[in-house]
């Protein structure tokens, strides 16, 4: 089956500083890739996704590649700020077929704490 | 961006009740999720749904159940809530097949049960 696994947290790093959460993965097929955050008090949102081989996705100055020779999805960002403090995830999902699987697979969460 | 509610947002309740835990999305999804979050945040897939008058129970076990008599709205019920049942719960939806917006899960901002 599917799996995610992804750097045990937590994660504290000063203002500016250069952030890496690393991430994993073990699928069937072809899966697209994806990083979603959970700022205090809220929801998931997706923060970047990828759905093929060596695509990069990116939002807020956030990066991560999809590598399928290492399976990986390692997410990036150059300079962080107070305002990324949160929980972020790594999620894969098999592209839909005939069974119509519609499900993401989570990693358990990294908690980031970004200090001035 | 994302037109998810859940409510109540916190509810504290005493052993034994039945609850109700309401999440409606206003973007006409037809597949929608709930998730159980644990304190050290790890998600887990309780039920899912891919329509009116389809359910399914997800990954965990869990005793609550679930309803989908309108696309729009998914209600999750505790018949007999107990201390184990303290969690936050995430209702989450999706209504794109495939193509540039697949794996894109809107969440709502949660429900924070406290049984007593």
């Known amino acids: 089956g599917n799996s995610v696994t992804q750097m045990e947290g937590p994660v504290t790093l000063s203002e500016e500083a250069f952030l890496t959460i690393n991430c994993t993965y073990t699928a069937t097929g072809y899966p697209s890739l994806f990083w979603y955050v959970q700022y205090p008090g809220e929801g998931l949102q997706l923060l970047l996704k990828?759905?093929?081989?060596?695509d990069k996705g990116s939002n807020k100055g956030f990066e991560a590649t999809y590598r399928k020779e290492t399976t990986s999805f390692h997410l990036e960002k150059g300079s962080v700020q107070v305002s990324d403090s949160a929980v972020y995830f790594c999620a894969l999902s098999d592209q839909p077929s005939g069974g119509s699987n519609y499900k993401l697979t989570f990693g358990k969460g990294t908690l980031l704490t970004v200090n001035p | 961006e994302a037109d998810i509610y859940q409510t109540p947002r916190y509810l504290v309740i005493g052993t034994g009740k039945k609850i109700t835990l309401e999440c409606s999305q206003t973007?006409?999804?037809?597949?929608m999720y709930w998730y159980q979050q644990d304190p050290g945040m790890e998600l887990h897939l309780i039920h899912y749904?891919?329509?009116?008058?389809?359910?399914e129970k997800g990954d965990l076990s869990s005793e609550s159940t679930v309803s989908r008599i309108r696309t729009e709205h998914f209600p999750l019920t505790l018949e007999s809530a107990r201390p184990s049942h303290t969690s936050q719960y995430l209702c989450a939806s999706t209504g794109i097949g495939g193509g540039a917006g697949f794996g894109k899960q809107y969440f709502g901002p949660g429900t924070r049960l406290t049984v007593t």
């Open positions: 990828a759905t093929k081989a060596d």
């Open positions: 749904s891919y329509g009116v008058n389809s359910t």
């Open positions: 973007m006409g999804h037809d597949k």
